[in-house]
């Protein structure tokens, strides 16, 4: 199963960024950004909608998989 982590990191991957600069743009600490990834934390549903527009994919595509990882 894919987990909104494992999303994040893909797309932030992809987009050939570190984790220093999606914290910044998204405006939260690089440990946010490292327990999101590890599945630690769950973004709230603001913080989903910004990493959408910030990774470019659809905010379903992010909360959808938060709703997996709950089931």
Do not use: C, W
Request: aromatic share 2%; hydrophobic share 30%.
């Amino acid at each position: 199963m894919n987990t909104i982590g494992n999303t994040i990191k893909m797309y932030r991957e992809h987009l050939k960024m570190t984790k220093e600069e999606l914290a910044q743009k998204i405006r939260v600490g690089i440990h946010t950004i490292d327990k999101y990834e590890s599945g630690e934390q769950i973004p709230s549903t603001q913080t989903l909608l910004k990493l959408s527009t910030v990774l470019d994919i659809p905010a379903s595509e992010l909360s959808l998989d938060q709703l997996d990882q709950h089931t």
